[in-house]
Structures are given as structure tokens and as C-alpha cells.
């Protein structure tokens, strides 16, 4: 008889935003004369800049003649872009990485969700805690997680590494020796940023005891520090031990357009096996590209004009974060994050839990966010604000915060 993929009916429930949806959309029903905020969700809200659409519109139209028409993708994806790529976001930071080095993909989430594949199962896996949810899910999809403990909210086979106050929301090494690790900074959810000095121990690390490093770099646009690094490779000695992953979701607003990329140093091998070609076959396999139109949306981000537009439309939400790091501040929360990120991860005051917190900013300000403790368990007593509404709506959302007594 047909068996199902058990592993996926050990998965609790995605309960975070579905909560979070039928929470606001009672709380709006009984109050239709309310306006709510929403700084909850990770989707971007400016739209494409001038030279992104002028290259769709330029792509669309070479799609509709025959002399410039385009059918399937290269497998690593055109090298226009990865030419684009290589230069823009690699050899400008002095970083080392070829072009036939980087995968381009419909974006992050999937292959962050898909890398895992081309590791065994028996391989134990690092996560941050709080962590993006997709590193864990996918991993217990595949059968590497083990049993769940719902009272600690914890896989048994996942070794989770605590992001607190206490640490600056950077994690250390972990206690037992991990295969693969995964390393998201600037981090969503706590908004925190790793230093070069900070990457380089874990690069070290990884090469010290044949880990490998799933870097996810989604939100390196926002950095505005020096010693932040904006990609691992800046580290010495990462292109043995460190896959990267980036999106254009978060720097261009891509969201909606998809377009991502991973990057596999050649030299990055384990068991005698070069990652990259393990990588290469899987792409091949089961990926046939992202379309032409979005790759050439994706150079144009790389052009002068792309990168002058881009510079302003991440200001903006740069300004929005600093609105609620600072007004928020001033009105003595506890905040992180919003830095070197869109995240402002803050203490929930009273030490009211995530949701208790989630509860009083909708029904007294009518402003949502996310509630930390979804994130995992060491989310509990936090909460994250996202930098991507409007502006007008994030003064509005943290003026009414401040009026509340804490
Ligand atoms: C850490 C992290 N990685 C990856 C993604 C997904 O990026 P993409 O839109 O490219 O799939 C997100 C989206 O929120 C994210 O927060």
C-alpha cells in the first residue's frame, strides 16, 4: 500500500501567522472603525525601481520576436547575470568567486529549504534559536530532525544554539561538534549582525572540525556598518567551508518577481566530493531557471542607475527601522536589531510573553507584529517589528506605541 512521507505529519502546525491572521481579523471585525498597523510581515511594499521595470519591459518585448526569443535557462542561469553577479556583489568586497560558482534560483527560500538535499541523513544539523523557520521545517520534512518535544518546542536531532541578550543575539559555538550550520546575518528574526572578527571564528570553526556553513546573506543590503561582513567569502579560509545563499526579494524588492542565487566554491569539499557538483546535478535535475524576463530585471540592479535607485529605496526602509529602534527606545523598550537590518527585535516589557505582548499592542494601538516565541523558544519574551511599511504608517505605529505605560 501507498505510504505518505510521515516525516511531514510529525510538523506542528504553521501556527505563527495563521494565529497572527485570525487574531487581527477578529479583532477588525469588532472594530470596523479601528485602523490597524500591520509591521508584522516580511514582505517588502515599495515598488520595482525605474531600471528593474524598464529591463522587464525591454525582456518582454525580445520574448516577442523571434530573432530574440528565449526558451529554457542555462542550468546555473545566464551569464549575463552571473557575470553581474560575480562582479557586483563579489569582486567588489575583494571576495574570490567565479562565475560557474553561482546557481541562480527563484530565490532564497528555496534554496535554503533544498539545500539540505545534497547532505546525508545522518548528518546533525545547527540552527540559531530563534531561527527563520524553513531551516528546521525542511530538514524535518527530509527525516534528519528526529522526534518533536511540544512542550519545549525542540527536535531531538537539531542542536539549536541560543540567541539572547546575553550573547548580542549571535550564537556560540555549539557544545556539540554539527555537520552543517546554518548562519543567517543580518539575522531575521532578531535583526542582529555577526563582525567579521565574529564570522571569521566560525569559519575557523567549520574548517577546524569539517562542518559546512549554509550562510544565508538575504538582508546584506541593509548593513550599514564596516566591520559587518556582507558575505561570508570575505572571511579567509570560507570557500572550503561555506555555502552562501542571497535573494533579491529584500535589496530590490523581488518578492514578487523571485529571483535568488546560491554560490559553491569549487574548492568546497567533503568525503572527497566537490559540493559544487553535487549542487550542479541537483539544480540540473530538478530546476529549469528562473525566467529570462526576472534575470534581466536582476542584472539592471547591477547597473548604475539600478544601484542609485536601489540605494534610496533601502534608505527608506532603513529610516523606518531607525524610527522604531529609536522612538521606541526613547520610550524605554528594550530594543535590538534595526541597524544593519529591517528587524527591530524588542523585549517585551512586564515580561509579558510574545503573545500576552502580541494581545496588548493589537487591542490598545491597534498596531500587529510578530510575536518572538514563533521564531522558537528562545523567541519567548521578544518580538519583531519589520522596517518595510510605509513610513507615515511607522511613525503613526510606534507613536501609538509610545503612549502605552510600561
Ligand atoms: C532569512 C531569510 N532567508 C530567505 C528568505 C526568502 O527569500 P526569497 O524571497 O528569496 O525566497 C527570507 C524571507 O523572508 C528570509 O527571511
Redesign the pocket.
Known amino acids: 500500500m501507498l505510504k505518505v512521507n510521515e516525516n511531514y505529519l510529525k510538523l506542528p502546525g504553521s501556527y505563527l501567522f495563521s494565529a497572527i491572521g485570525k487574531k487581527v481579523s477578529a479583532y477588525g471585525a469588532a472594530h470596523p472603525e479601528k485602523r490597524i498597523i500591520r509591521l508584522g510581515i516580511?514582505?517588502v511594499t515599495q515598488p520595482l525601481v525605474p531600471a528593474v521595470t524598464e529591463a522587464l519591459h525591454g525582456a518582454v518585448e525580445e520574448m516577442g520576436k523571434a530573432e530574440t526569443f528565449r526558451g529554457y535557462a542555462p542550468d546555473l542561469g545566464y551569464e549575463f547575470l552571473r557575470r553581474a553577479i560575480a562582479e557586483g556583489d563579489y569582486k567588489a568586497l575583494g571576495c574570490d568567486i567565479a562565475e560557474d560558482e553561482i546557481f541562480v534560483s527563484?530565490?532564497?527560500?528555496?534554496?535554503?529549504g533544498n539545500i539540505q538535499e545534497i547532505f546525508a541523513l545522518d548528518n546533525r544539523v545547527a540552527v540559531c534559536d530563534p531561527v527563520?523557520p524553513?531551516y528546521v521545517d525542511s530538514n524535518v520534512m527530509a527525516g534528519r530532525a528526529g522526534t518533536y518535544d511540544s512542550k519545549r518546542e525542540v527536535w531531538s536531532n537539531i542542536l539549536y544554539m541560543p540567541c539572547t541578550e546575553d550573547n548580542g543575539f549571535v550564537p556560540e559555538l555549539p557544545r556539540e561538534v554539527p555537520d552543517l550550520i546554518y548562519l543567517?546575518f543580518p539575522?531575521?528574526p532578531t535583526g542582529s549582525a555577526v563582525t567579521r572578527a565574529q564570522l571569521q571564528e566560525w569559519v575557523d570553526y567549520a574548517n577546524k572540525v569539517g562542518a559546512v556553513i549554509l550562510y544565508?546573506a538575504?538582508?546584506e543590503a541593509y548593513i550599514s556598518e564596516s566591520d559587518v561582513p556582507h558575505s561570508i567569502y570575505e572571511c579567509e579560509g570560507a570557500r572550503t567551508c561555506a555555502i552562501e545563499?542571497r535573494?533579491?526579494?529584500?535589496n530590490a524588492g523581488?518578492?514578487g518577481l523571485?529571483?535568488?542565487f546560491t554560490v559553491v566554491p569549487k574548492e568546497l569539499e567533503r568525503g572527497g566530493t566537490a559540493l559544487h557538483s553535487l549542487w550542479a546535478r541537483r539544480h540540473g535535475t530538478k530546476y529549469n531557471g528562473a525566467p529570462y524576463i526576472v534575470q534581466r530585471a536582476g542584472e539592471a540592479v547591477y547597473s548604475k542607475a539600478g544601484r542609485e535607485q536601489l540605494k534610496e529605496q533601502i534608505d527608506y526602509y532603513k529610516k523606518n527601522a531607525a524610527y522604531i529602534l529609536h522612538g521606541l527606545r526613547e520610550a524605554g523598550y528594550k530594543v535590538y536589531g534595526g541597524v544593519n537590518s529591517p528587524y527591530v527585535w524588542l523585549k517585551t516589557p512586564k515580561g509579558m510573553s510574545s503573545w500576552e505582548f502580541f494581545d496588548c499592542l493589537l487591542e490598545n494601538v491597534n498596531v500587529v507584529g510578530t510575536p518572538g516565541s514563533g521564531f522558537g523558544p528562545s523567541g519567548e519574551g521578544y518580538f519583531r517589528l519589520t522596517a518595510f511599511g510605509s513610513y507615515e504608517n511607522t511613525v503613526e505605529a510606534v507613536d501609538r506605541m509610545k503612549v502605552l505605560s510600561l
Open positions: 516580511g514582505d527563484d530565490g532564497a527560500k528555496c534554496d535554503s527563520y524553513v543567517c539575522n531575521n544565508d538575504a538582508y545563499l535573494s533579491f526579494s529584500k523581488f518578492t523571485r529571483l535568488g
